[in-house]
């Protein structure tokens, strides 16, 4: 048996409302992995594009963009 089948044979015992925990805890675990991800330089994201365009024209565009928007405590 391999471990998916061994969880939810478990999984499949517990009462509904620890299903439920269950469900929240892997979600809240998939949210972690995507917040701990590195974020991809935008120069990197358009490198498929034959730009030929300094960094720093990357910069002032991304100040451009994001440098007003609000930033919430995490």
Same mark, same amino acid.
């Given at each position: 048996?391999?471990? $998916? +089948?061994?969880?939810?044979?478990? =999984?499949?015992?517990? &009462?509904? $409302? *620890? %299903? +439920?925990?269950?469900?929240?805890f892997t979600e809240f675990l998939q949210q972690k992995k995507l *917040?701990? %991800? &590195? @974020?991809?330089?935008? *120069? #990197?994201?358009?490198?498929?594009?034959? @730009?030929?365009? &300094? $960094? *720093?024209? =990357?910069? $002032?565009?991304?100040?451009?963009?994001? #440098?007003? =928007? &609000?930033? #919430?405590?995490?």
């Amino acid at each position: 048996m391999n471990l $998916e +089948q061994v969880l939810l044979n478990k =999984f499949r015992t517990l &009462p509904i $409302e *620890k %299903q +439920q925990e269950v469900l929240d805890f892997t979600e809240f675990l998939q949210q972690k992995k995507l *917040k701990s %991800q &590195p @974020l991809h330089p935008l *120069k #990197g994201l358009c490198s498929d594009l034959n @730009l030929d365009l &300094p $960094e *720093k024209a =990357f910069v $002032e565009a991304r100040r451009e963009m994001w #440098g007003n =928007f &609000p930033r #919430g405590d995490i």
